[in-house]
């Protein structure tokens, strides 16, 4: 009777055993199943991801102003082009935005007053051989007392006066385009090349082939490209955080994940009606798809703080909050091994080169030890939502 009893104890004790262990077991897992924010993934699901575990790292990131402007020329880097004594347009092929290299041909303008420059040209180079040696003959004659100083003096005023209007023909050749050398060979021309003085970028072009301009008009405005720079509007609130050689990060419209660097060079001093001044940057880099007048958006790094960073790609957004996600470890359901994760919500700092600072609600120490996903989070993102409007969770 002793016998059965003890056994009839045992059989109890291991029973309770067992029970408590299962009753441990799924407590665990209505716990698990109660928190929203839990992503649990097998292992054969997590080979599929991108996911990789990390932590946060201490980087120092600039805090930056968001400001807006346009790509902008100084006024030495826009050259008018203008044709002294006006003419025909005969030919270009110049439209705005055009491209342009130091040299190149940008124009042909004709006009026949250029044909009379040239023919006074040559009458005053043929006119200045015979004026020449006549002063050298005044010359010889007036020392030797043969002819009188006054012929002399006068033989000299016209061989010098001629002189200085070969002089002034010859810039006035020049200046239309045309080359002395090749008037004084007899090669005479009513029209002119106009090259471009700049690589650059042509701005406008006010006029059509075969109208006639004037010598005040312009034919086309180019920009020189190498001089470009950003422009931007800083109000008054933010003026006295802008100092000379902070660090500009600014990016198109067409392209808002491309973005560029300049450098503050010049701050405005004039405040205007608006309470903004225009502070302008130089370009790190040499960018041809840049034109004047393109708005853009920019950050003005305007000081540098040391924070917990991650990459960009570990941190989702939902519902307009931002979160990471910390691995929780590995355990063993159904004979399968589980990746458990949790959704954690973050503020949101400053991104800079590919990072972003993070801090943690009220617990920011955290961060040095825990464990995060650094890419890929959005999987976890998706999983976890699709799962919420299946009626389960991010099983």
């Given at each position: 009777m002793k016998t059965k009893i003890y056994i009839i104890g045992i059989l109890s004790l291991v029973l309770f055993a067992t029970s408590c262990k299962q009753g441990a077991s799924e407590s665990k897992m209505e716990e698990h199943q109660e928190n929203e924010n839990l992503v649990e993934l097998t292992e054969a699901q997590l080979a599929q991801t991108e996911i990789k575990v990390g932590k946060a790292e201490k980087r120092i990131i600039g805090r930056e102003l968001n400001v807006n402007g346009m790509i902008d020329v100084p006024p030495q880097g826009n050259i008018s082009i203008?044709?002294?004594y006006g003419g025909f347009l005969k030919y270009t092929n110049m439209l705005p935005g055009s491209r342009l290299t130091k040299g190149q041909l940008i124009a042909r303008v004709e006009n026949p007053d250029f044909i009379e420059f040239q023919r006074e040209y040559v009458e005053a180079l043929a006119r200045n051989e015979y004026?020449?040696?006549?002063?050298?003959?005044?010359?010889?004659?007036?020392?030797?007392?043969?002819?009188?100083?006054?012929?002399?003096?006068?033989?000299?005023?016209?061989?010098?006066?001629?002189?200085?209007n070969i002089q002034a023909l010859e810039s006035k050749l020049r200046l239309v385009g045309l080359d002395p050398n090749a008037v004084r060979a007899g090669n005479f021309s009513a029209v002119v090349d106009i090259y471009s003085p700049i690589n650059g970028v042509v701005r406008e072009v006010y006029v059509n082939t075969g109208k006639y301009f004037g010598p005040q008009d312009v034919l086309m405005d180019i920009t020189n490209a190498e001089d470009?720079?950003?422009?931007?509007?800083?109000?008054?609130d933010d003026i006295p955080l802008i100092k000379i050689g902070q660090r500009i990060r600014f990016r198109l419209a067409?392209?808002?994940?491309?973005?560029m660097e300049a450098e503050v060079f010049l701050i405005g001093n004039n405040v205007r009606d608006d309470r903004s001044i225009t502070i302008h940057g130089h370009l790190k880099e040499k960018n041809e798809d840049l034109l004047p007048g393109?708005?853009?958006?920019?950050?003005?790094?305007?000081?540098?703080?040391?924070v917990y960073a991650v990459p960009e790609e570990a941190v989702v957004r939902f519902n307009g909050n931002h979160y990471i996600f910390k691995t929780l470890g590995q355990r063993m359901e159904a004979g399968m091994k589980m990746h458990d994760f949790e959704m954690t919500p973050i503020t949101l700092g400053t991104v800079e080169d590919g990072f972003v600072g993070i801090?943690?609600?009220?617990?920011?120490?955290?961060?040095?030890?825990?464990?995060?996903?650094?890419?890929?989070a959005f999987v976890l993102l998706a999983k976890a939502k699709n799962s919420e409007e299946e009626g389960g969770h991010g099983h």
């Open positions: 203008t044709v002294p004026l020449k040696a006549d002063f050298e003959r005044q010359e010889t004659l007036s020392n030797e007392n043969v002819s009188s100083t006054k012929v002399f003096q006068r033989s000299k005023q016209e061989f010098l006066t001629n002189k200085a470009l720079h950003v422009e931007l509007k800083v109000y008054e067409n392209a808002p994940e491309v973005w393109i708005f853009i958006n920019a950050k003005v790094e305007v000081a540098t703080q040391e801090a943690l609600e009220g617990n920011t120490e955290q961060l040095a030890t825990m464990d995060l996903v650094i890419d890929d």
